[in-house]
């Protein structure tokens, strides 16, 4: 049996492999999102209902998950985080969908994993200092004492590594689950692993958006490093 999920349409630009299938799948999810958005958003109505109903129901307790670890200013990053969730949680799913291996997920590419792992990792520290100036960024790596600005240093490292990794290793072991199922019984077994695949998609893009908010913290609610 050769397992296709894992596997990547590999392309070589200007001395460097490209996963070609991830860049076009990327494309796809972030077409996706925008497409969501603007159907939750062109008609709203004072009484939501169908897709409206549904994105403002995310979006409200998502909202509130942010605010009761961000406190007030949490606005200041509530854009990000949504799109980061949206984002995920459609990539995460629709690797999903009955095609012969022509639509996976993006997330099961670790190199998009990492990308958004260290793109969020930026951002927090970019608001860091907007919010809390050089020298109080800088400060904070020396918290609660001097010394443990190494230990604080290889924390800041392995944030987004650990990041990237557990989303790219539970969307891809599901996968490659729901493969292995499906060759093995293909009437029943894989539905319920699809449902099952959905839940776990949906919790995966919840924990990243959560842990990257949890990581805000410091940078924009008044909690320390």
Do not use: C
Not at 175 to 201: D, K, M, R, T
Request: zero cysteines; charged letters at 10%; proline letters at 4%.
């Amino acid at each position: 049996m050769h397992l296709h999920t894992g596997t990547h349409d590999v392309q070589y630009l200007w001395g460097m492999a490209v996963n070609m299938d991830t860049i076009y799948m990327t494309w796809l999810t972030g077409a996706l999102v925008f497409i969501l958005v603007l159907l939750a958003t062109r008609s709203r109505e004072m009484v939501p209902s169908g897709v409206q109903n549904a994105v403002e129901m995310i979006v409200e307790n998502l909202s509130d998950q942010f605010h009761s670890i961000l406190g007030p200013d949490y606005r200041k990053a509530v854009y990000m985080l949504l799109t980061l969730f949206f984002f995920i949680f459609i990539g995460n799913e629709i690797g999903l969908l009955p095609t012969p291996h022509l639509i996976t997920s993006p997330t099961n590419d670790v190199n998009t994993t990492l990308g958004l792992a260290i793109a969020a990792s930026l951002a927090t520290h970019a608001l860091y200092v907007k919010n809390k100036g050089f020298k109080e960024y800088f400060a904070h790596f020396f918290k609660p004492f001097a010394p443990f600005v190494f230990i604080n240093l290889i924390e800041e490292i392995a944030k987004p590594i650990t990041l990237a990794m557990r989303l790219f290793g539970n969307i891809l072991a599901g996968e490659i689950l729901l493969e292995v199922l499906n060759y093995l019984a293909p009437v029943g077994v894989p539905i319920l692993w699809i449902g099952v695949s959905l839940v776990i998609g949906l919790i995966q893009a919840f924990i990243f958006t959560i842990l990257v908010t949890a990581y805000l913290g410091g940078a924009i609610g008044e909690g320390g490093h």
